[in-house]
T-cell receptor, first 116, second 110 residues
Framework: GAVVSQHPSWVICKSGTSVKIECRSLDFQATTMFWYRQFPKQSLMLMATSNEGSKATYEQGVEKDKFLINHASLTLSTLTVTSAHPEDSSFYIC????WGWGISQYFGPGTRLTVT | GESVGLHLPTLSVQEGDNSIINCAYSNSASDYFIWYKQESGKGPQFIIDIRSNMDKRQGQRVTVLLNKTVKHLSLQIAATQPGDSAVYFCAENYGQNFVFGPGTRLSVLP
């Protein structure tokens, strides 16, 4: 089946530093990947849609200069949280689009970011 | 639009009982639906899907029912086990859009 990985699975960083999270589709090519964040006991919130070879599309309210997304290849998208603050602490999940009967999304295992 | 940050409703069931998780979807043009399971600290996991030309689809211990008349989707889990404890999300697909429901937390009681 379709497998999506994320790295790192857990990261702690100091306030003001930047953190990069990688999302890879391991056994399929994904022209479109998605980045979500999730707060405890809440649903997934879509941050941006990442298209290979083009600029990401950000959801309303998401700062594109703070959450830099790069989709350099058909199997890799990265999310960089720049100048991180404690309020950026969250669970970040990526997914990759795949085609079956309709559009499916396969999710990575998530990255827990803690900003101290 | 996409799911917003809402506190999740919870469904509690006794181990061994059947669970029914419901979802109301938004767009009558949606033609494909998926149920995901998300365990604590993990990403969502694909469980089962169904096309709009179907009313029912069965998997291993899970059944998805689709009622297009009232735009309602349900996930039935037979003989619920402790390992089924998780948050369950439905998702609908229409065209290029893929939209999640708010999710339901399933808690299995011993």
């Amino acid at each position: 089946g379709a497998v999506v990985s994320q790295h790192p699975s857990w990261v702690i960083c100091k306030s003001g530093t930047s953190v990069k999270i990688e999302c890879r589709s391991l056994d399929f090519q994904a022209t479109t990947m998605f980045w979500y964040r999730q707060f405890p006991k809440q649903s997934l919130m879509l941050m941006a849609t990442s298209n290979e070879g083009s600029k990401a599309t950000y959801e309303q309210g998401v700062e594109k200069d703070k959450f830099l997304i790069n989709h350099a290849s058909l199997t890799l998208s990265t999310l960089t949280v720049t100048s991180a603050h404690p309020e950026d602490s969250s669970f970040y999940i990526c997914s990759a689009r795949a085609w079956g009967w309709g559009i499916s999304q396969y999710f990575g295992p998530g990255t827990r970011l803690t900003v101290t | 639009g996409e799911s917003v940050g809402l506190h999740l409703p919870t469904l509690s069931v006794q181990e061994g009982d059947n669970s029914i998780i419901n979802c109301a979807y938004s767009n009558s043009a949606s033609d494909y639906f998926i149920w995901y399971k998300q365990e604590s600290g993990k990403g969502p996991q694909f469980i089962i899907d169904i096309r709009s030309n179907m009313d029912k689809r069965q998997g291993q211990r899970v059944t998805v029912l689709l009622n297009k008349t009232v735009k309602h989707l349900s996930l039935q889990i037979a003989a619920t086990q402790p390992g089924d404890s998780a948050v369950y999300f439905c998702a609908e697909n229409y065209g290029q859009n893929f939209v999640f429901g708010p999710g339901t937390r399933l808690s299995v009681l011993p």
